[in-house]
T-cell receptor, first 114, second 114 residues
């Protein structure tokens, strides 16, 4: 079953507000990936985090991996309507095998009001 | 162009009928997956395959069957035993081994039982 708890399940924000989604694991992770699924579309890979405490940025998106490698977050600064969609995390328990990468977080569905 | 193709995009089925969803990839990936997504829900794992002629059940395999006779192909059959088959079905693939193995998704098949 699910390896991580992703929260919140839904988030509604006004355009320009910030947004954050979290993935929390009870187990130390090897790495974690983040995906975005637009309404009616399919999930698309955004980024992978590997190192303890790692922070990566993609324009207005900031991805963090916790020091203990059990938590991760995706933060969007000043949301835009193009950010609408569902954001999934995908934890990996095993760096070398697909067996550790079977599951995704439940996802956070982001709605942005203009 | 390399990618993963699902067909058809929309599928209607009468109750009591089996139906097969196609998934083909030309990414030379060993691992392939089938997920089911219900409205507002996450990705639930149906079946996965790490190598040709081998596949394993996921969390919700009942009422579904798969085959992996070729590396490129991983078709999913939704049988009449599946109690609630109306859903969005996503196929994905990834490299089996290796550290940086993102999942690539097909466009999905939206199945409706009428």
């Amino acid at each position: 079953g699910q390896q991580v708890m992703q929260i919140p399940q839904y988030q509604h924000v006004q355009e320009g507000e910030d947004f954050t989604t979290y993935c929390n694991s009870s187990t130390t992770l090897s790495n974690i990936q983040w995906y975005k699924q637009r309404p009616g579309g399919h999930p698309v890979f955004l980024i992978q985090l590997v190192k303890s405490g790692e922070v990566k940025k993609q324009k207005r998106l900031t991805f963090q991996f916790g020091e203990a490698k059990k938590n991760s977050s995706l933060h969007i600064t000043a949301t835009q309507t193009t950010d609408v969609g569902t954001y999934f995390c995908r934890p990996s328990l095993d760096r070398g095998s697909t067996l550790g990468r079977l599951y995704f977080g439940r996802g956070t569905q982001l709605t942005v009001w203009p | 162009d390399g990618g993963i193709t699902q067909s058809p995009k929309y599928l209607f089925r009468k109750e009591g009928q089996n139906v097969t969803l196609s998934c083909e990839q030309n990414l030379n990936h060993d691992a392939m997956y089938w997920y089911r997504q219900d409205p507002g829900q996450g990705l639930r794992l149906i079946y996965y395959s790490q190598i040709v002629n081998d596949f394993q059940k996921g969390d919700i395999a009942e009422g579904y069957s798969v085959s992996r006779e070729k590396k490129e192909s991983f078709p999913l059959t939704v049988t009449s035993a599946q109690k609630n088959p109306t859903a969005f079905y996503l196929c994905a693939s990834s490299a089996r081994q290796g550290f940086y193995t993102e999942a690539f998704f097909g466009q999905g098949t939206r199945l409706t039982v009428v």
